[in-house]
């Protein structure tokens, strides 16, 4: 069944443009809780994100460090120049089918919440059982699947990365490079201790100054393009010939798949590290309840967003190759930007660099944070979490403060006791499989909805090939963690290469157990139904709470 948005619904405080024009959206009845859609938008700080500010949610969260660090280990592992670009550009395109998908299903259903939303209208029954398998998923390993900023040799870093360990990296990432560039070797508490500070500052900005942090993060936004921009024109002019430093600027490109892996492991490995590169294009689908006008703006701000990425990183990568040749790119390590930088400007730019990765990091700390609060914050509108009313709240000024302690709490503990090195890997590693599987479920729901509500409005309406690749990609990164690595090994030796998979897999298997007990099980053997109402905050936030109400009372 499709509902549809009031024409005059109100989801703001500010007049005129409190009506949010869902241009024909459908608002589909997915079945959990009992919230309507104006029910679900209401409360927090209405809409104030217009296009620019969306779009730069998006650009700010794909643009991290992995641009000025990856494409060293993708050549290293292709072998050419050629090749290297080819999967930089077949991860655009995985990306652009990834976004499609989403926004068919974000302009079907635009409110907050993202792959939690669409899994609901998808996958009806067992009634709560996706919710529950999602939460467990964003909660339990809402600490792990961060891209590591210490060497990492992992053969299939996987780009479904969770949030806080992403917050948690951010902030060490931030430390590391600060120090680097104030010419000091600290000790691994010292940068502990920076980042503890960095993760409480974006935290309070985010929960006392909410606006403070949108215009920071659209600061940092346009510091990491302005940053892009750089490294590209300058190597427009190392290919114009420019700079005494590099000889032959056109050497990489003359013979461009030389050398290239003739095997499948090296290209599946590179592929993940590009995908990784790309994350974030559907961060604005998180907060569609504080988006103006949503429908319209997503269909903008998301292929905008993501094409300004896209653009910047292959012209990225064209000026590394001009100033170095495959072999130099290969050997930086995770330092290509700064080799760049110091072969072209001298070794006063890489630590001018330093500072400006780690601006880029604080950036993404901002802009993550942002976002998985609003997330954390409608699971608790479900009441699949204990204490939903308090996790749900928007006390004091209108930002979602509990959903930013839910997104804190596993951050912090990440930074301050999880020990560097293998430990730490497998920690990452860990939630990137699960991440798959529900990205794997939300484009099959795509066709599932498609099946089960074809009359229903869509503003946004993808190819079916288009998400049918998608899905084969999304396929592809469910099988290959389990591909055999050169020499049998991964980046947590001894641990088996394939063990992070199982457990993830595991997790979710408990994920279904725990539903099974708390929704079937226990009601059964209590003789009681789960009856949800719906609570109204004062802030107007509408929280669905259950209670339990005797089966006797309930046939009476």
Known sequence: MATYPSEKQNTSDDGAEAQASHHGAAVLDDGVGNLTFDQYTTGGMGRHLGITSTTFLIVGRIIGTGIFSTPSAIVAGVGSVGASLLLWVLGLLLSVCGLCVWLELACMIPRSGGEKVYLEAAYRRPRMLITTVFAVQAVALGFTGMPTPFPNPNPNPNPHTSSNVMIASGCIIFASNILVAAGRVATEWEKRGIAIAVIVAVTLVHTFFPKVGVHGMNFFTVLK?????????????????????????????????????????????????????????SNAMYVLNEVKDPVRTIKIAGPLGLSICG?????????????????????????????????????????????????????????????QARVNQELAKEGVIPFPRFWASNWPLGSPSAGLILHFIPSFIVIVAIPFGNAYNFILDLEGYPGSVINFLVVTGLFLLRRSEPDAPRPFRVWWPVAGFFMLGQAFQLVAPFLRPPGGKGDT????????????????????????????????????????????????????????????????
């Open 225 to 281: 393009v302005a940053l892009l921009l750089f490294i590209v024109v300058t190597g427009w002019v190392v290919l114009g010939g420019g700079v005494a430093g590099v000889a032959d600027p056109h050497a990489s490109f003359r013979d461009a798949f030389a050398d290239s892996a003739r095997s499948g492991n090296p290209y599946a490995t590179a592929l993940f590290k590009v995908l990784n590169s790309y994350a974030g294009w």
């Open 311 to 371: 653009v910047l990183y292959l012209l990225a990568n064209v000026a590394y190759f001009a100033a170095a040749t495959p072999a130099e790119v290969a050997a930086s390590g995770t330092t290509v930007a700064a080799y760049f930088m110091g072969k072209v400007f001298g070794l006063a730019a890489k630590r001018a660099l330093s500072v400006l990765v780690a601006l880029s990091a604080l950036g993404n700390v901002m802009t993550v944070t942002f976002a």
């Open 493 to 556: 030796p001894p641990l088996p290469y394939w063990l992070y998979c199982v457990v993830g897999i595991a997790i979710l298997v408990a994920s279904v157990v725990y539903w099974f007990v708390c929704w079937v099980a226990a009601p059964r053997i209590g003789k009681y139904e789960l009856v949800p109402e719906n609570e109204p905050l004062a802030d107007g936030t509408n929280v669905v709470v259950y209670h339990r109400v005797p089966r006797e009372f309930q046939d009476s």
